[in-house]
């Protein structure tokens, strides 16, 4: 098993999430997170006053899935993001040693 983890611009969420529904991804964890990378955030002016925003708004998808469809869930959340420009965020695929469906007790593949 593998754990998918992406981080993305707010506004593509539909979108990924949609390209993983049609690869047959049944469930996905996200989360609100801030953050920066190489762009070290931007200036705002806000009432005549300058600020430094150094984290932007980013999502934090998490997800486990079998090892074959590890790739194409990668391929799937690279092109749902994608826009071309600097923040566009990064995918990490981490190994999963055991997974365990409390309600039923189900385990690895059977619990995702």
Same mark, same amino acid.
């Given at each position: 098993m593998k754990k998918v +983890?992406?981080?993305?611009?707010p506004f593509?969420?539909? +979108?990924?999430? +949609?390209?993983?529904h049609e690869i047959g991804v049944s469930g996905i964890t996200v989360t609100e997170a801030k953050g920066f990378g190489r762009q070290?955030?931007?200036? +705002?002016?806000?009432?005549?006053a300058e600020y430094v925003v150094d984290f932007l708004p980013?999502?934090?998808?998490e997800v486990v899935i079998s090892d074959d469809l590890a790739?194409?869930?990668v391929e799937a959340i690279?092109?749902?993001?994608?826009?071309?420009r600097?923040?566009?965020g990064k995918i990490f695929v981490i190994p999963v040693e055991s997974a365990l469906r409390i309600r039923t007790g189900e385990r690895n593949d059977?619990?995702?």
């Open positions: +983890e992406a981080i993305i611009k593509k969420l539909d +979108e990924v999430k +949609e390209a993983l070290k955030g931007h200036t +705002e002016l806000y009432r005549g980013k999502v934090k998808l790739d194409r869930v690279a092109a749902a993001a994608q826009t071309g600097i923040g566009d059977d619990a995702i």
